[in-house]
């Protein structure tokens, strides 16, 4: 990134609690005698936006981005383009993720108790880096992620233009915080992608009511803001009272051990500067389908506001359509919230916590691999991941990992639980699947030993509290201590759990599950890389924790606890000999369920595809197209635009529960992807892949397009009263298998394929 000169600068915010600190403006005006172009580098410990002249510097939002700040730091580089004469290069600073509010408990200064600004202009003929000879102030304005942004419009007064009398400033102060941090941009930037008009506008009392329609994450922009000096309270929700006003109920974080009720946040307050005058936030980011205005007289018109939908500028490659529009829509509302929660980070939701929590991204990332180029965003949040790694190599919950959150906090307990955890191996796994570079496998590498080498630790030491009597020889392979989540939120009519009994219980049939599934893959990974004795020992390791398991969790050939969960991981990973036994046993508890799913965070991406590989099509889709609770469609049925975190959205009054935009519910459509239109890698990058649709649900047409790093994959089928017609295209460098109804097989190359078959009923 070349030599560094620029100091970092702060200015200090004065007392201000969390949610409540000024934005800081920085200013340093300069001249260069001639027309040049030159280069700025530019990062903060905070949230900036950068001004030459005035103009916006680039496009880039709520940058530099979320990292783990003690280890790493992105720099932006952004070409300028300068006229002879005087300028000014002006930056706003506000504390964003480094010192401003994380994650459910709000906890702030989590890497620091200030921030600061490092900038450095470079070229032929110019020479502006952050020094002392910078100027600052406090704005009228505060910011914060998540409680949102306040500010008086009437205190903008050209501050970010050359010639401006910054004589009332303050000088900065200098701090030495090192370079050793800094790395360049590594994924795509934050953007502003699209903006939504309002669907509806309407009044309730002196309160103006705008649904846009969707559920999205980003900010709104208010073009009319009343006569100078009309002071606004802009509120955002993603749902509405049965009364039809908006409600944060659902968002604000209910933590008993706190003794208060912490508020939600996503409230702006604005002070028009008069006629012309417009809001837009900078500085922070919400998830909203709704907003509510008061405090303005005049009627909103369509035109004076606008939902911007604001995320990582990931690249688009895969889509999916069928015959049926109730699973068109679900896979919208997948989309949907994988758009709202891809800011930076995979979050778990952008209200709530906006957390990078582990679990979440090690579900949905080879279904978020389909929809979008996601091997850099990966890729930098697994640097993060391997950052904030414990010394003893437990994985934390989340990437970044908030201090408040972590290994010295009083809930550091609850950190490295299974599947969570394994996050460390399983996301590497999947990408290297997705785009078949194994890079990011040799680079994950250590992390991933020093994680299975504390799980080893865990269940080669430990003894979950309820065994008794002589250890036996195959406990040493049972991950049955500490603490895990297990299959966190399996439905619930009451929509509670109790959380003193998840953490009583006996987890170590999911726990074992993931240590096996976790040492097998890592197996995988050393032969990949060419570590064949390490693939050997971890082969025979995985083969002992199989066997432990199935000592412990497999009676006759089913499997105990008898539950939907504990056999659809066993069929997905291999857990056991013969597959015939525990498949019918799966089948029986949906069955005695009325067809409905019974199985919570880890398993329900696995449910749909085990039935169809092992010849249960007929109830994967009866599951599928399930409309009453709990179900995908049931969500949709009633309104959902974005999946809701646990199955029941709306309590029994109608009032809204928990958080709405929570993608992992939405890893269901990669069913769609990989079995409905039937495109599955078989190589990594799918250099060579299958095409197997699956019939079923009354479907008579489905269309699967993929952009792999080879190119195009397109899977378009019809199904007619008698015939199967499909239609598969293969990019120039790979090969495809396809495989009909009817059981017909066919190799195929580059290019455009027809075929038929009779229908199989």
Known sequence: MGEWRAEWITHDTGPAGPGRRPVVHFRRQFAVSRDIRATLRITAHGIYQGFLDGVRIGDHELAPGYTEYGSRLQVQEFALDLHAGEHCLAVELSDGWYRGQVGLYRHADQWGTQTALLAQLDGDGVDVATDKAWQARAADHTADLIAGECIDLRSLDGWQHPGYDDSGWEPVAVEQRGYETLVPQEAPPVRRIEELAPRSIRRLGDRQIIDFGQNVAGWTRLARLGPRGTELTLTHAEALTPEGDVTQVNLAPDIPALGVKLPAGQVDTVISAGPGSSFEPRHSTRGFRYLAVDGLDDD???????????????????????????????????????????????????????????????????????????????????????????????????????????????????????????????????????????????????????????????????????????????????????????????????????????????????????????????????????????????????????????????????????????????????????????????????????????????????LLPVLAEHGRADVAFRLLQQRSWPSWLGMIEQ???????????????????????????????????????GIRPVEPGYRRFSVQPVMGGGLGHAEGRLVTPLGEIVSVWELSESRFELSVTVPAGATAEVVLPDGGRHEVAEGRHFFTASRQN
């Open 300 to 606: 909103l018109e369509a035109q004076d506001v606008t939902a911007v939908v604001v995320h990582s500028d990931l690249p688009r490659t895969g889509w999916f359509t069928c015959s049926d529009p109730s699973l068109n829509a679900l896979h919208e509302a997948a989309v949907w919230s994988f758009r709202g929660n891809a800011i930076d980070i995979p979050t778990d939701c952008p209200v709530r916590e906006r957390a990078g929590w582990t679990g979440d991204w090690q579900i949905f990332v080879p279904t978020a691999a389909y929809l979008y180029d996601v091997a850099d965003f990966s890729a930098k949040w697994l640097r993060d991941l391997a950052a904030g790694q414990w010394p003893d190599g437990t994985i934390g919950n989340f990437a970044p990992m908030p201090r408040g959150e972590g290994r010295e906090s009083p809930g550091a307990f609850m950190n490295g639980s299974a599947g969570w955890g394994d996050a460390a191996i399983i996301v590497p796994w999947e990408l290297y699947r997705a785009y078949g570079d194994p890079a990011v496998l040799e680079e994950s590498w250590p992390m991933m030993l020093r994680w299975i080498g504390r799980v080893r630790e865990l269940a080669e030491t430990g003894r979950h509290a309820s065994r008794t009597g002589p250890v036996q020889p195959h406990e040493r392979y049972l991950w049955d201590s500490g603490f895990h989540f297990g299959e966190w939120l399996v439905p619930e009519p009451s929509g509670d759990f109790d959380f003193g009994e998840l953490m009583a219980a006996d987890k170590g049939d999911t726990a074992t599950a993931y240590y096996r599934h976790s040492t097998r893959l890592l197996s995988q990974i050393a032969a990949v890389l060419g570590r064949e004795e390490q693939a050997a020992a971890f082969a025979e390791l995985a083969q002992r924790i199989r066997s432990a398991w199935q000592r412990e969790y497999l009676v006759d050939g089913r499997v105990q606890p008898a539950t939907q969960a504990n056999c659809v991981r066993a069929l997905a990973f291999d857990l056991v000999d013969d597959p015939a036994p525990v498949v019918q046993q799966l089948v029986e508890l949906i069955e005695a369920a009325g067809d409905h799913l019974a199985t919570g965070f880890l398993a329900t991406p696995y």
């Open 639 to 677: 309104g959902a635009t974005t999946m809701w975190e646990r199955w029941e959205g709306y309590d029994a009054s109608g009032m809204p529960f928990e958080s709405h935009n929570h993608y992992s519910k939405g890893a269901v459509i990669s069913f769609l992807h990989r079995h409905v239109a």
